[in-house]
């Protein structure tokens, strides 16, 4: 199995009022789902499976993205889910490659905890928004990291 693991990308924070669940993606946030949606289709990353956090911002992060159509599932499981809970979501499912989006602290120690050697790009330990992860997973975790970026990589 490959196993994608992607954080959404950068949200809309101008309406404090807004409950965080419904919060959207800014125009910064949409653009990085175009780039990343345009690296995942330029290295073959293509899901077979997304299971995404029910959010609004996981929800617009996916469709930006603009993957061939896969099944997707909208899980409010995945909403600020642990890493444990992401990697069980994962795991449950058997398909030749599954993408999750959700939401950091969660993705991140996910990405940590399933890659037995992280990449060397410094931005891994943060996780920033937008950051994506493809690991190799032929025997269970931990895997191995195939590919690693965020919106800003060159």
């Known amino acids: 199995m490959k196993l994608i693991l992607l954080r959404h990308a950068k ?3 101008s309406d404090p009022a807004k409950d965080d669940r419904d919060r ?3 125009e ?3 653009k990085a789902a175009r780039k990343i949606g345009d690296w995942l289709k330029s290295r073959h990353h293509l899901p077979d499976l997304t299971l995404c956090s029910d959010a609004v911002r ?3 992060t ?3 993205l603009d993957l061939p159509e896969a099944e997707t599932e909208f899980r409010p499981d995945l909403y600020q889910a642990e890493a444990g809970t992401i990697l069980d979501v994962a795991n449950e499912r058997n398909a030749g490659c599954v993408l999750i989006v959700a939401h950091n602290p969660g993705i991140g120690a996910a990405a940590a905890e399933a890659c037995a050697t992280p990449p060397a790009d410094p ?3 943060r996780y920033p928004t937008g950051a994506c992860t493809v690991i190799d997973v032929p025997d269970g975790l931990p895997g191995r990291c195939l590919d690693f970026t965020t919106p800003r990589a060159p």
């Open 58 to 60: 996981t929800r617009e």
């Open 28 to 30: 910064r946030g949409r």
């Open 123 to 125: 931005d891994f330990a």
């Open 62 to 64: 996916l469709a930006g």
């Open 11 to 13: 949200s809309d924070w």
């Open 24 to 26: 959207p993606l800014n």
